[in-house]
């Protein structure tokens, strides 16, 4: 019996591992210099917790969720996304009821029964945050900024942010009406009517070339702001100009889930095909509400990491580097070994990454270890070093080598 893993799950190992790691803390970094802190949910929720907070009209509710009954005999669902539980956890423990906004970030896997392809996945990983009680357009802009600063960090050029406002209730109902009538007009399959009188909006969501068509003169939430919503939207775009973040309107997107208001946005790869949404978020001033809260606005996003490692790898930005040993010590003999173990564990200490050739290996296989593990330098010790107390540092790169004194190595590698 051979195992695979299930279909459409993202897995990673050694050396990719390490670029996602290095992706996960670099999207991560700039919500900590913001002040968000860490919030650890679990990945489970109750089943209700989603259809109510994400919405029935959606994919992700009425196709992608992986429901299931526990032993309890309750409806248990695998998080399709992480503002939900963030919600409902706000909530239960009452951080809502101290200092406003409650800022958080979060990091995990998520979990949607999609149809699996190239960045697309079943299993798929976010790094998320969300500023909840607080409706100022400036914290609109703070947390674009930090995904814009994320994506920065790792050195992403070739990607664009396209925001929109889906506007407030009155703005929505507005909108909704003119849309059901122009709507009503169209030429639509069962099934697409069904879905559509969930929830109108997504009809700008369908990706079919007759529906874009057919659409083309619909109606825009953009044209039906009510003025405190064109209002908000007007500040949040003077605050990510004074930010120097450039954006596109886009007022035909239509986000996922169905829990948004207000400001919406969407980070966008060139390079990347189909699946090229690197990330996105926005407001979601009634959803505290609608699942048992007080009456709180909110606004975060959620990044995916897989794609945002895609992106990375299409611009050609190496991310494995970092972790590459500074020092690979080949020990000849048993004397040398312990001698070794002591020194690579005094450099481990002081900071250095430094690997060894165990298994006693001969120095040729030993020194094609060294090469394979990409060390920087390279360091043999055997009998004649241990009693000169001198070796040679082997610079992997150039194949120049420097004689040390073993006893000063930590300060010869700062070098
Ligand atoms: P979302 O747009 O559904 O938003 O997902 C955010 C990001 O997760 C997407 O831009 C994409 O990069 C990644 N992603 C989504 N589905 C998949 C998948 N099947 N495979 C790989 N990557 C995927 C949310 O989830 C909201 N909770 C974000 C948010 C937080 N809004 C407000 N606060």
Redo the contacts with the bound molecule.
Sequence with gaps: MKFQAPKGVSEYFPDRSIAFETVRRELIKPAKLAGYKLLELPIFEDTELFTRGVGESTDVVSKEMYTFEDRGGRSITLRP???AGVMRAVIEHGLDRGQLPVKVWYSGPYF?A?RPQA????Q?Y?V?I?AIGLDDPAIDAEVIAIASAGYQNLGLRKFRLDITSLGDAASRSAHRKDLVVFIAKLDLDEATRERVKLNPLRIFDDKRAPIIAMMVNAPLLIDYLTKESAAHFAKVKEYLDVLGIAYTLNPRMV???DYYTGTAF?FVHELLGA?S??????R?DGLMESIGGQNLSG??????I??TLLACEAEGIDLTKTSRPDLFVIPLGENAKSFAIKLIDGLRKGGAIVDCAYGDRALKGAMKGADKSGAKYALVIGDSELSSGVGELKNMETGVAASVTLSTINSALLK
Excluded: A, H, K, V
Aim: a neutral charge.
């Design positions: 996304e992480g503002t949607r999609e960045g697309r996945y079943r798929f976010q998320g969300e986000r996922g889930l969407e699946q949404g690197i990330g996105g978020g926005g979601y606004i975060g996003f959620g990044l995916g897989d794609r």
